[in-house]
């Protein structure tokens, strides 16, 4: 027998009632009883968000929701500065360069965060940026940026705004978006929303609205303006992914039912204890200075590939994590604690690594990473 | 006790394996399982799209993959003709102009079928039209388009591909993509894949591919070269819908058992069945010259209105059908043969019709629809 656990930065594991709910025959995405269940995810959603602005639903995963973010928001030859500190980082590159937007980039080194003073150096030099488009964490190096003191620098400035990646984020660490300002934050299904990949989400600003009206880049299946629309009364303005949506209704339920104030102490906890058992370890994280509780990257020890720890974790104990990408691959691997994960879970990883790396033929003193978690478990 | 019965034109009910079969838990869309699932479902496409080339998936609904074969085959400026019979030849429209695309508008009254001579003399007249998009189904008016016919004035013109929104169609009625020479074909997870809402496919011939590579237009979440890259690996560019494909696979293995010849002759039975019976009651088709056997739609009969009919159905009966949009609003009603349906949910939706019809005061023979049903069952 051989029990398969998922600990990977999303998909993440999806509560069994959130799976049955899915699981019901698929009712009418425009009749009465499904206007009635969007009606529930918009206030579900505006308490996920921190926001009393309507959040609005795609049927994609959650880089269609930044291509959107970037569509509806500027125009061709606007100037976009991007906080590059990892693969998600490089994506809004991509996204800008696809709709011939022009990138001024804050290079960050993989593994750390972004300076905020960076920031306010490039915009105090360059008025022409219209966007900063940063990710809220970077789940490729399990770092966690200062968006709080980003938005600060941002939200005096009325011609530019502040977009957040905040897929891996939102619901795991607190992302205050109307208190600090964040003009679109988008999130995804996948993370701590507990369900499978499908659903993109993007809560906008007045000020982000008056953007979308000057905006004049080419989008139609990612219109925001078009979706405010629909949302307004109840309804998606496509077909909508019902079963997911179902099953979103169950994960805000149970959101709302922990409390976001728990679910982020949690997170915190959870993240901890994982940082504690990997340096009793004797392993280095990847991210010290600014780890995120929704991801711990770990540094692979001398003479072990990351990827070789991704794969015995995955064949020999049915632990999925997840291994490093680009610049970081076979450096790093990374442990999620992100979603429907709690203290348990995060022992059982552990105990796991431990036999892992010993059998990687990593000197280990084993059972000195369980005790340092339990202790921060129990402190 | 009020059973629910879902005969709308998409969604579609999903067969239990497959409802169950997402409900399992989630497994890592980049590792080795779910690469060996999107192998399976590269094989299953194929089958079902007939066509020797790779089927592109996104996660998004059908409108998704209609903006992708637009932003990805043409450039700004380029011209189009769309047939525009529906609701549906209408996005095409609202498409091209967010894109800047010209349109060449072939309109045709709405219940009634394109006529391919039309569309030869357009192409004719007019040799900078690069591309001709059109419906296979008409899903707002239950026609159905010559598509063979259509395709063979194309396909012999280098300069010019023809784009086929077979959302509605694809699995139910005969769409041979590569033996007609269509260059795109666009099919959506909630019609006859007898899935939710939230996957969209797009199979591309080699002709479309020398389009994509010298389109300029702004893309990229549904980047069709990305995507094609991505699926000879066997994953997909960006996060896979993962719980959708894992149905995906329980369909595409329903649809290769029943055999796509049966399942044709199954669907061109139960609308045959569907039409006799609302005939015999003495209603009049919408579409009579060119009913798809996908939907059929119905003129409500004088004095009622179409939309009390899917009122009274649903919330009497249980029975979700669909109404008509923009012009024919109140005018019709459209009962779905499509997908995971059989001949018993005809004869259940043609006694709950004449129910319906019977209360909102119109004169009826009692089972004579239900009666004209079965002969052409047993017949």
């Given at each position: 027998?051989?029990?398969?656990?998922?600990?990977?930065?999303?998909?993440?594991?999806?509560?069994?009632k959130?799976?049955?709910?899915?699981?019901?025959?698929?009712?009418?995405?425009?009749g009465?009883?499904?206007k009635?269940?969007i009606?529930?995810l918009?206030?579900?959603?505006?308490?996920?968000?921190?926001?009393?602005?309507?959040?609005?639903?795609?049927?994609?995963?959650?880089t269609?929701?930044m291509?959107?973010?970037?569509?509806?928001?500027?125009?061709?030859?606007?100037?976009?500065?991007?906080v590059n500190?990892?693969?998600?980082?490089?994506r809004?590159?991509?996204?800008?360069?696809?709709?011939?937007v022009?990138?001024?980039?804050?290079d960050?080194?993989?593994?750390?965060?972004?300076?905020p003073d960076?920031?306010?150096?490039?915009l105090?030099t360059d008025n022409?940026?219209?966007?900063?488009?940063?990710?809220a964490c970077?789940?490729?190096?399990?770092?966690?940026?200062p968006?709080?003191?980003?938005a600060?620098?941002v939200?005096?400035?009325?011609?530019?705004?502040?977009i957040?990646?905040?897929?891996?984020a939102?619901?795991?660490?607190?992302?205050?978006?109307d208190?600090?300002g964040?003009?679109?934050?988008v999130?995804?299904?996948?993370?701590?929303?507990?369900?499978?990949?499908g659903l993109?989400?993007?809560?906008?600003s007045?000020?982000?609205?008056?953007?979308?009206e000057?905006?004049?880049l080419?989008?139609?299946?990612?219109?925001?303006?078009?979706?405010?629309?629909?949302?307004?009364?109840?309804?998606?303005?496509?077909?909508?992914?019902?079963?997911?949506?179902?099953?979103?209704?169950e994960?805000?339920?149970?959101?709302?039912e922990?409390?976001?104030?728990?679910?982020f102490?949690?997170?915190?906890?959870?993240?901890e204890?994982?940082?504690?058992?990997?340096?009793?370890?004797?392993?280095?994280?990847?991210?010290?200075?600014?780890?995120?509780s929704?991801?711990?990257?770990?540094?692979?020890?001398e003479?072990?590939?990351?990827?070789?720890v991704v794969?015995?974790?995955?064949e020999?104990?049915?632990i999925?994590i997840?291994?490093?990408?680009?610049?970081?691959?076979?450096?790093i691997?990374?442990i999620?604690?992100?979603g429907?994960v709690?203290?348990f879970?995060?022992?059982?990883?552990?105990?796991?690594?431990?036999m892992?790396l010993?059998e990687?033929?990593?000197?280990?003193?084993?059972?000195k990473?369980?005790?340092?978690?339990v202790?921060v478990?129990?402190?």
């Amino acid at each position: 027998m051989k029990k398969k656990r998922l600990m990977a930065p999303g998909p993440t594991p999806v509560p069994p009632k959130a799976l049955l709910n899915m699981a019901a025959p698929i009712i009418h995405h425009r009749g009465p009883e499904f206007k009635g269940i969007i009606g529930e995810l918009r206030e579900g959603l505006k308490y996920l968000f921190q926001t009393t602005n309507d959040v609005l639903i795609f049927s994609s995963t959650g880089t269609g929701a930044m291509d959107g973010a970037v569509a509806n928001t500027l125009s061709r030859g606007d100037r976009a500065l991007v906080v590059n500190g990892g693969k998600f980082g490089e994506r809004w590159m991509d996204i800008c360069e696809a709709y011939g937007v022009e990138v001024e980039i804050v290079d960050v080194p993989w593994g750390e965060a972004v300076d905020p003073d960076v920031i306010r150096k490039v915009l105090d030099t360059d008025n022409s940026i219209k966007v900063v488009l940063t990710q809220a964490c970077e789940t490729s190096t399990g770092v966690v940026h200062p968006i709080k003191e980003v938005a600060k620098i941002v939200r005096d400035r009325d011609d530019t705004l502040i977009i957040v990646d905040a897929i891996s984020a939102l619901g795991a660490l607190d992302i205050r978006t109307d208190e600090w300002g964040l003009d679109v934050v988008v999130a995804g299904s996948q993370k701590a929303l507990m369900l499978p990949p499908g659903l993109a989400f993007a809560s906008v600003s007045n000020k982000a609205w008056g953007f979308v009206e000057r905006s004049n880049l080419s989008k139609y299946y990612f219109n925001f303006d078009k979706e405010r629309k629909s949302i307004s009364k109840n309804q998606t303005a496509y077909t909508s992914a019902v079963s997911l949506l179902v099953g979103l209704r169950e994960s805000l339920k149970e959101i709302k039912e922990e409390g976001l104030d728990n679910i982020f102490a949690r997170h915190d906890k959870m993240a901890e204890a994982t940082r504690a058992a990997v340096t009793a370890l004797g392993l280095q994280l990847y991210a010290p200075k600014s780890p995120s509780s929704a991801v711990t990257a770990i540094l692979a020890p001398e003479g072990i590939d990351g990827s070789d720890v991704v794969k015995v974790m995955r064949e020999k104990h049915g632990i999925t994590i997840a291994g490093g990408q680009a610049q970081a691959k076979g450096k790093i691997f990374r442990i999620a604690h992100l979603g429907h994960v709690d203290q348990f879970d995060i022992i059982t990883a552990i105990f796991a690594l431990e036999m892992t790396l010993d059998e990687l033929g990593y000197t280990i003193d084993m059972g000195k990473g369980i005790r340092a978690a339990v202790k921060v478990f129990q402190g």
